[in-house]
């Protein structure tokens, strides 16, 4: 998955938990209106719903359910990225300027910052996580 998409789904559910939501949601729809405007009613919704999950998760300390949601945002952001190279500035810039600047310092660090790298050969395994990672043998 494309780096831009993972920090933007991440960083778009950390924004949900805030109290500056409604400026980064309205910022959220007029980027997606400007790509899809035929999606953007639904949108709303899908926000909103998510948004509602996220604070639930957040007061149950329920990270694993947070985790799923910012995976489904990543994939979507992952598919929009996909039907063009243009897509990823205008992700960034969304990223940059409307999710970021609304989370807390501590969020703003991992968002912005994760660089992963990884070779492995042979029988050699690699794991990597930008957050919590559960690794169960069998």
């Known amino acids: 998955m494309d780096p831009i998409a993972l920090a933007a789904g991440t960083a778009m559910v950390g924004a949900m938990a805030t109290d500056a939501w409604c400026q980064a949601r309205t910022a959220v729809v007029a980027w997606w209106n400007r790509l899809r405007p035929?999606?953007?009613e639904g949108l709303g919704t899908d926000l909103d719903t998510t948004r509602g999950r996220v604070l639930t998760a957040r007061e149950s300390g329920d990270t694993d359910t947070e985790q799923r949601l910012a995976t489904d945002w990543q994939d979507r952001l992952q598919r929009l990225l996909l039907e063009g190279p243009a897509t990823a500035s205008d992700v960034r810039r969304l990223l940059d300027e409307a999710?970021?600047?609304?989370?807390?310092?501590?969020?703003q660090v991992r968002v912005g910052r994760i660089t992963m790298r990884a070779n492995a050969s042979g029988r050699a395994r690699v794991y990597q996580a930008g957050r919590d990672q559960h690794i169960t043998e069998r």
Do not use: D, I, T, Y
Request: aromatic content about 0%; charged content about 25%.
């Open 38 to 40: 035929e999606q953007v």
């Open 99 to 107: 999710l970021v600047p609304v989370l807390p310092a501590e969020e």
